[in-house]
């Protein structure tokens, strides 16, 4: 008799044989090598785009394998497929940015000698997990005539980190009694970036040391290694990032640890499920969309709200198929809105409504649609693309799972879906299941990684 009821299926099982197994573990390296390396949108837009360079995706090209950027931060990449793009895109989209501290425009002060940055933070952090622990810096700077040059401080085991010191027990009683909104000061996130004052030889900036010594050493020191001034870091987007490559974590190694896999997870298993694909031109055009700015609303020029994705498929139509209505494509289109999802918290489970909650381990989360509340601020996936992205995945015996982010009036979030949604295209968010989204050491599951790339390798080709 058919089996009536359904249950989620375990991606451990399903992916037990050895062959998959080694390949779950191949795919894992290198995803751990690039979550190590790739900690600002930059730096993920560039190991993306270095990819598709080598794999013969031409920057602005006409051909059949294209890719465009936007200032380093947002790409869009396209494989033609056999079909008239007026039968639509497979497209899936991600974003690259994640929370951190920025640097504010005049970061630098001394105080009770030691010199500091001031922080501004970006996105949804948790402000104590950002104390108390090795930080590095990532960042860009710009000169006056525009050249700018990138840098990263505080990632090889040689070099100094940096740190946010926290309050000691033994004076935060005041502190203890205060609600968490209020115990933590975003103006106390200031960065210890040293505390020898400047030597007295040699003084460069002589007027300056004898009020800032400290302040006037870290400008030296800037200005020795990187040619800068004061006035350049007005010019400047500089992010403290967890210092330190990512990590197993487990006996078993089961699960990956590491900053920013909200959502480079994602980047990054699209990236491999586009280029992991046969040689013979696809059914449909793939399209991968890699966006900036979306933990913080997807504002800015390089943001899901701005129109670059559009500019990118009219090129297309204009280089491919001029006859093709840019609508036409648009709302035959089929998207992955790919991001990731609350995996339920062994600890936290009464915030989750079990039911509808994601398990590690179980696949890719289908999540019909986010917002708050009574489903504001959410795209609303139809149900006939529901049933058939079930059938493309239950077809490869791929698991995945179906579940909303915790309870109703417990909170929520957004996502990009609801900006591409906008154009009448089929769009519904799909991603693995994370636990302690959004800190410094978020978690993954190995097993979920693998079957996500799978489920998106499908969904490309279907
Ligand atoms: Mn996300
Ligand atoms: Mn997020």
Known sequence: MKNLTSKTKSCWEAYASPRHRQAMQDLAGRYLDFLSRCKTERETIAYIRDRLLRAGFVQGGKGDKTLSSLHG????????????????LRLICSHVDAPRLDLKQHPLQEQAAVGQAKTHYYGGIRKYQWLARPLALHGVIAREKGESFSFVLGEAPDEPVFSIADLLPHLAAAQAEQPLSKAFEAEKLNLILGHAPLPASGRAGAEQAREDPVKAHILSLLHRKYDVTEEDLYSAEIQAVPAGPARYVGLDSALIGGYGQDDRICAFISLEALLD???????????????????????????????????????????????????????ASRALSADVHAALDPDWQDLHEKLNAAVLGRGPCFCKFTGSKGKYMANDAHPEYVGWLRGILNQKGIPWQMAELGKVDGGGGGTVAMHLAAYGLDIIDCGPAVLSMHSPFELASKADLYASTLAFKAFLQA
Do not use: N
């Open 73 to 88: 931060k947002t790409l869009f990449a396209a494989r033609r497929g056999r079909a008239s793009l007026a039968r639509g």
């Open 277 to 331: 694909a046969p040689r013979a031109a696809p059914a449909h055009s793939q399209c991968l969309m890699f966006w900036d700015k979306e933990e913080i609303g997807s504002e800015g020029s390089t943001g899901a709200k701005s129109r670059f994705f559009e500019y990118c498929v009219q090129d297309l139509l204009s280089a491919w198929e001029p006859e093709t209505r840019f609508s036409s494509c648009m709302l």
